[in-house]
């Protein structure tokens, strides 16, 4: 079956490095998305991402935040500058159709 | 704004005994709900959606959700739980068809034998 794919499944980066988590949707998926997880926290929508351009963002998804879809299969989350506060599982989600989506099992990301 | 609440944190069953895993959500509109099932070091995998229509909605796995407008909820059941039911429950609102879901805080159901 096919699934979305996450690496690296854990990163640690030192705070104010950049890091990308990177996210192989399934390949005929036109939908595709990142969540995150604080610890203790709900999910939380980050963006949305269709057609090549960010479809909808939330608050949390502010300049520091930046998305990619490079290369037609992959499809890349960078934060420019970490905070502590970034530290959080990364959920990264596509779909055929909206309604439908598949999530990959996540990036725990550490930031020190 | 929209959002989710599940009160129950933990919940403990026998195998074999029904389950009911509770979920209200507060929006003005008619919302879309879905619940997803995540088990240990996987990602979320979706059990079933409501959009409209019958208020009774089917999922994967043996489960069902009633939508219940006048109580705002959309509670998930399964009639009789198996040890591989045990996981982590997130009942989610979307305005949009599942483009910006809004989860709650998940249930943990662990399943004794």
Redesign the interface.
């Known amino acids: 079956e096919p699934?979305?794919t996450q690496t690296p499944s854990h990163q640690v980066t030192q705070m104010g490095q950049e890091v990308i988590l990177r996210c192989v949707p399934i390949s005929n998926h036109l939908?595709f998305y990142w969540?995150r997880q604080i610890l203790g926290?709900?999910?939380?929508?980050l963006v949305?991402f269709y057609n090549n351009e960010i479809?909808?963002k939330?608050e949390i998804f502010d300049d520091q935040f930046s998305v990619e879809r490079p290369d037609g299969s992959n499809f890349t989350l960078k934060i420019r500058s970490t905070k502590l506060e970034d530290s959080a599982m990364y959920?990264c989600?596509s779909?055929r159709?909206?309604?439908?989506?598949?999530?990959?099992?996540?990036t725990q990301l550490s930031v020190l | 704004a929209q959002s989710v609440t599940q009160p129950d944190i933990h919940i403990t069953v026998s195998e074999g005994a029904s389950l009911e895993l509770r979920c209200n959500y507060s929006y003005g509109a008619t919302p879309?709900l879905f619940w997803?099932v995540q088990s240990p070091?996987?990602?979320?995998?979706?059990l079933l959606?409501y959009?409209s229509g019958d208020t009774l909605v089917q999922g994967i796995k043996g489960f069902e959700a009633e939508f219940k407008r006048s109580q705002s909820s959309f509670n998930l059941r399964k009639p009789s739980v198996h040890w591989s039911d045990a996981a982590e429950y997130?009942c989610?609102v979307d305005n949009?068809?599942?483009?910006?879901?809004?989860?709650?805080?998940?249930t943990r159901l662990m399943v004794k034998p």
């Not at chain 1, 159709?97 to 996540?106: A, D, Q």
């Not at chain 2, 949009?96 to 998940?106: C, E, H, K, Q, V």
């Open positions: 699934e979305v939908y969540y926290q709900k999910v939380e929508f949305s479809s909808e939330s959920f989600a779909g159709e909206r309604e439908k989506l598949f999530f990959g099992s996540g | 879309y997803y070091g996987q990602g979320l995998q979706l959606k959009f997130f989610a949009n068809a599942g483009n910006m879901l809004t989860f709650g805080g998940g």
